[in-house]
């Protein structure tokens, strides 16, 4: 495991100067992008030529993902009513620099249905497809959209090697 290495904004602009020109290393649709030995070789690339010796490329992978992330959670939509904090100066310098990348971020739909109609229907709408049992198998099928169940266990517990009569409660997940 290597140590936390420093990286300046300038050694980050390098880095995501030479990531946009591999195009294999972000877009799933390129020829190249599952292939991982040529990715391997395109880090490789960008490694050397960051011209840090102390970086390997386990480092610069690293940092790619987490400018990825730290790009993908600017922009994301906020929650309505979760107000909104001005963009600090390095926020508005990443949502620039790694604009390029934007084409092919998908963003995971939101796992909740509070609110929120099924394939953008009205509730008008929701409600006929009940008749054909949808919502109901929605609303019953043990891995989709329910939360974990969870059951109380009672367990006695150790003191002292000696056995006491208060119960330990343990709450198991039952949902799998």
């Known amino acids: 495991m290597s140590s936390r290495k420093q990286w300046t904004q300038d050694m980050e602009q390098n880095l995501i100067e030479l990531w946009q020109e591999h195009e294999c290393l972000y877009d799933v649709g390129h020829e190249m ?15 050397n030529a960051l011209k840090q010796p102390d970086f390997t ?4 992978k690293t940092r790619a993902v987490s400018l990825r992330t730290q790009y993908c959670r600017l922009q994301k939509p906020k929650p309505s009513g979760s107000g909104s904090k001005p963009l600090t100066p390095r926020q508005r310098w990443l949502l620039r620099v790694m604009d390029f990348i934007k084409t092919y971020i998908v963003h995971r739909p939101c796992e909740t249905t509070l609110g929120a109609s ?39 517990f150790h003191r002292q090697k000696k056995l006491l009569q208060l119960p330990q409660v343990i709450a198991v997940n039952s949902h799998f």
């Open 33 to 47: 992008y599952h292939n991982r030995s040529e990715k391997e070789k395109r880090w490789t690339e960008i490694t």
């Open 57 to 60: 490329v386990e480092d610069i």
């Open 118 to 156: 099924f394939n953008g229907q009205s509730d008008a709408e929701d409600t006929d497809l009940s008749d054909l049992g949808l919502i109901h198998h929605l609303w019953t099928a043990p891995h989709v959209l329910r939360p974990p169940q969870f059951h109380l266990i009672k367990k006695p």
